[in-house]
């Protein structure tokens, strides 16, 4: 099944894929947000609190409204993009999104909400950190990116203690309002409101073209990490190889699972 694609720029897509048997719709935003840019940790604080509140609306406000409506959201942030989904019923859909595109672009950074986040990324933080799999994934990143300091990046308890709400404000200025990378949609919707939806979000759309960086140099061989009092241990294994555009790329997924 092919998606229909529209131009919301000449580098901005969307994808619409229209054939669901149901009545449900999912709609992805991607943006430029991902932990390589920006400074220090800040991609991931900005994704957090992205539906944390407006001038007008708070964040329980915000979450009964598409509550109301019976949809709900996903986000997740990797290195190179930050996705936000979107779930609900086709015949609420211009409504629903009509209130997370102004829950996203409207944030307030309150200060209380960032407290509140930050007091619970450090408890978080200090629960994973005794956890082998998290000790092992954050090592075996550190060898593979070795030579990249943006992809190698690891968040510090330190880095919890002092962020600024005007560092906040710039990076979701610059990667989300103006960091658009794509759009799909997902859903037997209008026709009609493809295009509204592109008239609504295409203000977002990133100038130009993402660039990222190449040429990893990674370091092989073994590391072994002792966790005292550990009851169980972490394996992880890996090699740089091709990527998605490569031929073999699903069938070596296949195999990896199996």
């Known amino acids: 099944v092919e998606p229909h694609i529209f131009d919301i720029t000449p580098t901005v897509k969307l994808y619409w894929m229209q054939p669901v048997p149901d009545e449900t719709t999912r709609i992805e935003f991607h943006f430029d947000a991902g932990t390589i840019r920006g400074n220090r940790k800040i991609a991931g604080f900005v ?75 450090k408890q978080q933080f200090l629960v994973s950190s005794e956890k082998v799999s998290v000790l092992v994934r954050r090592a075996f990143q550190k060898q593979l990116f070795s030579n990249s300091e943006n992809y190698n990046r690891q968040l510090e308890l330190s880095d919890l203690e002092d962020v600024s709400v005007l560092d906040l404000k710039r990076f979701h200025k610059e990667f989300y309002v103006q960091g658009l990378r794509k759009v799909i949609v ?70 990896q699972t199996i």
């Open 47 to 121: 994704n957090s609190l992205l539906l944390s509140g407006t001038a007008d609306k708070t964040s329980t406000q915000i979450n009964q409204e598409l509550d109301g409506l019976g949809s709900y959201l996903d986000q997740e942030i990797a290195q190179e993009l930050a996705i936000v989904s979107l779930y609900c019923l086709k015949e609420n859909v211009e409504k629903a999104v009509a209130i997370l595109v102004n829950a996203i672009q409207e944030v307030a950074f309150h200060e209380h909400e960032i407290s509140d986040m930050l007091r619970e990324k």
């Open 186 to 255: 997902v859903g037997d919707v209008e026709p009609a409101y493809i295009d509204r939806l592109i008239d609504t979000v295409g203000a977002w759309s990133k100038p130009g073209i993402c660039e990222f960086e190449k040429d990893f140099i990674n370091i092989p061989g073994r590391l072994h990490i002792e966790k005292k009092d550990a009851v169980q241990t972490a394996i992880r294994m890996g090699i740089p190889l091709f990527n998605k555009t490569h031929e073999d790329f699903l069938d070596f997924q296949i195999l």
